[in-house]
């Protein structure tokens, strides 16, 4: 799952009526896209450090933190208002392909914005906004080495004053909110009030010191108040996290795309389901006979697949060498790709990789782990795969869950998924874009399905293309991955529209798809925290398999895989369909199957 650049605020937009359309130059609407994204991030500090813009208008923006009070969300309201008044006068049938989609980002982001501060309202009933705005602005100057180090943590000085200012405007914004969404507030501010209290202390320069004290304290009070004041906001009982039908309707059309709707996603997961699960089955019977020799049991799916999993996932390392097996799938990963870069893709020029710990903050939503991009206007500096630790207080029985889901093989698949090839490659190549206008906008506003499509895409050609050396054990646990991608679109629509039930969830996902209870457990924290998200891998996988068909079918004989999924990757995070106008090919293919 990659940490997407978005803002903690949504702003409206007006749809204004343009006043006649109005053809723009090469020229213009490259300056014009560079003022669109430069202004936008100029309204959210964090998310500018977190791309690599440090300065705007003589402000440094690495040492503010996010304007939310009710004058900050007016200034944005009337900022993006602005825009689509502009934006609406282009003539968009003027422009060429890239400039197209370059402009349809631009609108789909404003109109997701006016979603959600006119309607779903998230910064007046969700704090994890708030709390997680918090983190993201100080780990990142402590993490990401923009400047030198001294100059760094006076950012981060600057922006624990700030604190107490958003703190405030949090108390005064926040109406209510939900047992789910408090509690994991509550769990991701003490990861804030740790990474002040604990992590930083000691690390601070002495000519700093002082100066990180008094704003520290200040900041800690601060953060303490609000984890008060969440304590008494109103609850809007057990299912105010649900989006509902309406709105999540409106939301998927902006982040999923206008090629399909929620009831039509769902019929093909829930079918595409069906299918995998017969795969799987077909998988596991020699599997099983080699396993369990001396079993007369009838051939049951659940009971055959279920066992042979169950033996898999036995094979995991201790819980203190987690953090150590992963830092060797990586090498295993990276080489294996290296060796195979005409059939899968040459690795990006850069290497800055960093394996760390999820921060503290952001383990409420990234349970397992994610991706952290190289700032896009710094692509130099660091790139994180974030592995979210085992806690050392959990009992024995939770450790051994979540060692079974990430055993051998599902560790690997996670290294592939979040790392190589999957985000890290992918968004090494769309920070090489230019002009560095385009790079920005695509990064900051890049469309989900294809980001998350391409890592699961990813992942099935790595195996195509003998990773393991077609070990089954190894498919089986794909085979496992790909079902949890086709559920987790089933789970956040039903559980968003449909009124599903926590236990009808449970019993989808360590039932239907054999997750262990721990994974099962976090997926339905994270759907109750999040909406629209979830669905973007199965999407964006089907998206990614029906382009490339695509392209093989246009290439005929001289089709070149490594060559497609180099340009393909060249455009950045726009959405596949965007991809294939450019590339000059249709989308109506069926999927194809990776091939060798």
Known sequence: MVRTQVFAVAVAAAALAGCGKKAVSAADFEKLTSEFVHSTLALSPVTATAVGYHSHGGVKLDTKLDDLSAAGIEAQRKHVTEWTAQLARIDREKLDAESKADLDLMVNQLELMALDLDTIQSWKHNPTSYVELVGNGLFTPYSVEYAPAAERWGHIVERLKGVPALVAAAKQSLVDSNAVWTKVALEENDGNLALIEQEFAGKVPAERKAAYDEAAKAAAAALRDLNAHLKTLKDTGADGWRLGKANY???????????????????????????????????SLPLHVKYYPTHKDPVDLNLIVGETLAKVAQKHVAAEKYFEEAQKTLAETRAFMKSHEERLVKMPGRDNLQLIETPAFMRGIYGVGGFNPAPALQPELGAFYWLTPIPKDWPKERVESKLREYNDYGLRILTIHEAIPGHYVQL????????????????????????????????????????????????????????RAISNTILDIRMHTGGMTDEEAMKLMVERTFQEKEEAVAKLQRAKLSSCQLPTYFAG????????????????????????????????????????????????????????
């Open 428 to 483: 090494e190549y769309a920070n090489q874009i230019q002009p560095a206008s385009r790079r920005l906008l695509r990064a900051v506003f890049g469309n989900g399905p294809y980001v998350e499509g391409w890592a699961v895409y990813a992942t099935d050609i790595m195996l195509a293309e003998g990773y393991l050396d077609g070990n089954p054990e190894m498919e089986l646990t794909w085979s496992k991955q790909l079902l």
């Open 249 to 283: 309707a409106k939301k998927f059309r902006l982040t999923v795309g206008e090629d399909t709707t929620p009831e039509k996603l769902l019929a093909e997961a829930e079918a595409a389901l069906t299918e995998q699960r017969k795969k799987m089955f077909l998988v």
């Open 541 to 596: 996988y089907r998206a990614w398999k029906q382009l490339r068909a695509a392209a093989e079918k246009k290439a005929g004989a001289g089709f070149k895989p490594g060559e497609f999924h180099q340009k393909a990757l060249g455009e950045g995070n726009l959405p596949v369909a965007s991809v294939a106008r450019i590339l000059g090919v249709s989308l109506n293919e069926e999927p194809a199957a990776a091939k060798k």
